[in-house]
């Protein structure tokens, strides 16, 4: 068990605050002037985790924090008090949520495990504008870089080899035939690898899911991984953001297709540890 003293605690949890703040409060800004951003939005509206979620720290199981302001935490029902402080208690982790974190830690030890993949080059943003008629495009208000047709163009002179589900699903009909792999729900633990950028996105959705016994500073650290990928896969897509600060990463190009590789190997790197981490606190919750 690892004590901490209220001075001790209070600034760690004002860090986390100061942190998170930096990317929930203009979030919140441009949703209070009613302001759309393709780009910084996605991680708020796919995701479903409010600011206010986000800002809230926990330490994670196994430390104690002392000190009279301690006792807030006990409006939650994980927390206990003990001797000598307020702990968070993994026995209080429900009996019902067991089966899904089994799964869930299957998924992370596969993808772990499975050998990284680098070829997809980003062509699932453009296999969901694949065919489709300008006013069908999810980010109708941004252009594209690209004609409808040379957008296809692009799509049909490359493999397709999308194996994340989650990205898979938002394929246009004529699109999804294209895609070397089917990935469906059901298989996630099949496909998973951590050479695709979802993947590691995802990392940030797993760790929240598990509040408040993750700690909030693995969230963070998370959701920092995920908001650089998603930037990454938007300069990849074929939507044209120059307006916004974001030149195009031209996968249609050799040149292109290598940066956007770089940036693969590259997230992948930095998803294993906290994947580990990751794994490390489910198995504390499930006593394995």
Excluded at 121 to 135: C, I, K, N, S, T
Excluded at 231 to 246: F, N, T, W
Aim: aromatic share 12%; net charge positive; hydrophobic share 40%.
């Amino acid at each position: 068990m690892i004590r901490l003293p209220e001075p001790v605690w209070l600034e760690r949890r004002r860090a986390h605050e100061r942190r998170v703040g930096q990317w929930t409060d203009p979030h919140q800004a441009r949703k209070s002037r009613g302001e759309k951003h393709p780009v910084e939005d996605f991680l708020w509206e796919y995701y479903r985790n409010r600011p206010s979620w986000l800002r809230r720290w926990h330490p994670g199981p196994d430390v104690m924090l002392e000190g009279a302001a301690a006792r807030d935490y006990l409006r939650w029902p994980e927390y206990q008090e003990v001797d000598g402080g307020v702990r968070l208690d993994p026995a209080t982790f429900a009996a019902n949520r067991r089966g899904s974190l089994a799964w869930l830690l299957g998924l992370l030890r596969a993808t772990t495990e499975r050998a990284p993949q680098f070829a997809c080059y980003g062509l699932h943003e453009w296999a969901m504008v694949f065919r489709l008629q300008p006013d069908e495009i999810r980010h109708a208000d941004w252009p594209l870089r690209f004609s409808p047709e040379e957008t296809a163009r692009v799509v049909e002179s490359m493999p397709v080899r999308c194996s994340h589900f989650d990205a898979f699903r938002f394929f246009t009909a004529a699109a999804r035939p294209l895609n070397r792999l089917q990935p469906e729900r059901s298989t996630l633990t099949q496909f998973e690898q951590r050479g695709c950028l979802h993947a590691n996105m995802d990392l940030y959705k797993w760790a929240f899911k598990l509040a408040p016994f993750t700690p909030s500073e693995l969230v963070a650290d998370c959701f920092d991984l995920a908001r650089a990928i998603r930037e990454i896969d938007m300069r990849a897509s074929p939507y044209d953001l120059r307006a916004l600060g974001y030149a195009p990463i031209t996968i249609e190009t050799p040149e292109g297709r290598a940066d956007y590789e770089q940036h693969q190997r590259a997230f992948a790197e930095q998803g294993q540890p906290l994947r580990a981490r990751l794994i490390t606190l489910g198995e504390r919750l499930l006593g394995t």
